[in-house]
């Protein structure tokens, strides 16, 4: 595959990066990460519709740029993939731009938290509500998520035309 075929996986994948830095931000500000904490795992979860959004919105960019109007199943969910792969591969650095510089309070208030409501004890939580943990759950579920979200976008998002022989 060259360089130039995935330039719009790149742009979608990065512009992903952007919503999910931009989400955690917007979680933090909500109190999401601290007094609110409690509701952290109602509203992150919320993130799958501009995740799908974007989805959509990249693979039909794929569609019209690349394909000429046209997209196969397959080539719609390969490029899904390649934009989890761009994910997946920028999850450490976005990871620790969470975790220090956005909501640097986030893993001591979750630690507490789960601990408090005897959900886990104090070294399972430490073990699992950590930088190193998350990147490799960031970095599973980039790739995870962004196939079945490909998976299903490109059900949709697929066009051929007909031709038809005169």
């Known amino acids: 595959m060259q360089v130039k ?10 512009i992903f990066v952007a919503m999910l830095l931009c989400w955690m931000v917007l979680e933090r500000l909500g ?10 795992m109602y509203v992150t ?8 959004a974007i989805y959509v919105f990249a693979l039909r960019n794929k569609r019209e740029a690349d394909y000429q109007g046209n997209m ?25 731009l969470i975790s220090n510089v956005i909501s640097p309070d986030y893993f001591p208030n979750i630690i507490e938290y789960v601990v408090a409501n005897g959900q886990m004890t104090r070294e399972e939580a430490e073990g ?7 990147v490799v759950q960031s970095m599973v579920g980039a790739i995870v998520m962004g196939a079945i979200t490909a998976a299903v976008v490109s059900v949709f998002v697929k ?6 022989a005169d």
């Not at 699992?128 to 998350?134: A, K, R």
Request: aromatic share 16%.
């Open 45 to 52: 979860n919320l993130i799958m519709i501009p995740a799908i």
């Open 128 to 134: 699992y509500f950590n930088y190193e943990s998350y």
């Open 31 to 40: 109190g999401f990460h601290g007094e609110r904490i409690d509701l952290h």
């Open 5 to 14: 075929s995935i330039i719009t996986e790149v742009k979608w994948g990065l």
């Open 159 to 164: 066009r051929t035309t007909k031709t038809t």
């Open 72 to 96: 196969t199943y397959f080539q719609g969910f390969t490029s899904g993939l390649i934009i989890a792969v761009v994910v997946c591969v920028v999850s450490p650095l976005t990871q620790w």
